[in-house]
């Protein structure tokens, strides 16, 4: 069966620093991936999107960056973190072969920016 | 701009109650509604809908999608503790894989 698996679990880092969240995916080949995020008070936003190897489609302009280096691998970062960059954030995954599907998510990075 | 719009809020009752969840929707090229389930983590997966009018069960929990009035319900009989959570509708459009997600309905069993 597929696992997505997605660390760290919290995260508190300072403004301006760096920043890299990861999340793999197992048991499947080829999935569409994606990295949402849930600020409190909203719902969760569509920030990338990748449906292969280095294909990423962003959402809305930010401070953040994605990266899929593997077929099963999706990474968000920034270069320097904002206070606004504060939220929930969650991995997912869906079948590639069909966009019809439902997506299945992980368990999500807390980030606090100081 | 796509739109969903989940009612209630937030909702309490007590255990063995039937509770009822709102969601509508405003969207271009609609495809599918999903329904997930939220506690302190991920959220799960419920129910995928693309058709009118056909409902889907699992257990307790049914949901069906009216898209004539571009809305869906999801129903949860002799509801339990263990339902206490937030319960998260979104709408899968056109081909881009986006899902616009409402903001969600907080649901509070008590014993």
């Known amino acids: 069966s597929q696992t997505i698996h997605q660390w760290p679990a919290t995260l508190v880092q300072p403004v301006g620093s760096p920043l890299s969240l990861e999340c793999t995916v197992e048991g499947t080949s080829n999935p569409n991936l994606y990295w949402y995020r849930q600020a409190a008070g909203r719902g969760l936003q569509l920030l990338f999107y990748?449906?292969?190897?280095?294909?990423i489609s962003s959402e809305v302009p930010q401070n953040l960056s994605a990266s899929r280096p593997q077929d099963r691998q999706f990474i968000l970062s920034s270069k320097k973190l904002l206070l606004s960059d504060s939220g929930f954030y969650l991995c997912a995954w869906s079948e590639g072969a069909d966009s019809n599907q439902p997506q299945h998510f992980g368990d999500g990075t807390r980030l606090s920016i100081l | 701009e796509d739109k969903v719009v989940q009612s209630p809020l937030s909702l309490v009752v007590h255990e063995g109650d039937t509770v009822t969840l709102n969601c509508s929707y405003e969207v271009t090229n609609f495809r599918s509604l999903l329904w997930y389930k939220q506690e302190k983590k991920a959220p799960t997966f419920l129910f995928m809908l693309t058709s009118s009018g056909i409902e889907k069960k699992s257990g307790r929990l049914s949901s069906i999608l009216d898209k004539k009035e571009l809305f869906s319900i999801l129903n949860i009989t002799a509801t339990q503790t263990g339902d206490s959570a937030v319960y998260l509708c979104a709408v899968l459009v056109g081909s881009n894989y986006k899902l616009t997600f409402g903001k969600g309905t907080l649901l509070t069993v008590n014993p």
């Open positions: 990748s449906v292969g190897i280095g294909q």
